[in-house]
């Protein structure tokens, strides 16, 4: 993987509905986006293969999204849905917690419109990651994925 020096043009702040009725039990999360354009080309049949997770309890599927505040415009592309997509992973005895931010475009496609959390790294481009390959190894059921959440 080549690390190198990123300008985030987009970051998105997603709200989430709190549990109580109290606006201080919202939630919130910020993705990081550096106008990479990444279109993930199994997330329709990804998000059939999580409906059919969920029917069993082995991920959770839920509409939760209170409001999107993006930090900057993106003028050249229309999105009608908006998906969070949190996990975590287990590497060497480590659990790590991420998350991609995707919306359905006006074109149809599917493409990551920012990255959680980014302190982990904050120099990773979407570039060089195989965020296509993650879908399928969720999808056969690799056990170092756990807390598979889909958020719409």
Avoid at 30 to 40: A, G, K, S, V
Avoid at 122 to 133: D, F, H, T, V
């Amino acid at each position: 993987m080549i690390l190198k020096n990123i300008n985030y043009n987009y970051i998105y702040k997603v709200y989430f509905k709190g549990l109580l009725k109290a606006n201080f039990d919202d939630f919130k999360l910020t993705f990081y986006h550096n106008n990479e354009d990444y279109i993930l080309d199994d997330f329709p049949s990804f998000l059939l293969h999580l409906n059919d997770l969920s029917r069993k309890k082995k991920s959770h599927n839920f509409c939760n999204i209170k409001e999107i505040i993006s930090l900057k415009e993106n003028s050249k592309i229309n999105i009608s849905q908006y998906f969070v997509f949190l996990y975590s992973i287990k590497n060497d005895e480590k659990v790590m917690k991420k998350g991609l931010f995707i919306g359905k475009c006006d074109d149809n496609n599917y493409r990551i419109l920012g990255i959680w959390p980014i302190e982990n790294n904050p120099k990773i481009s979407l570039i060089n990651e195989n965020y296509n390959q993650l879908l399928i190894d969720i999808k056969k059921k690799s056990a170092k994925y756990k807390d598979i959440l889909l958020i719409s």
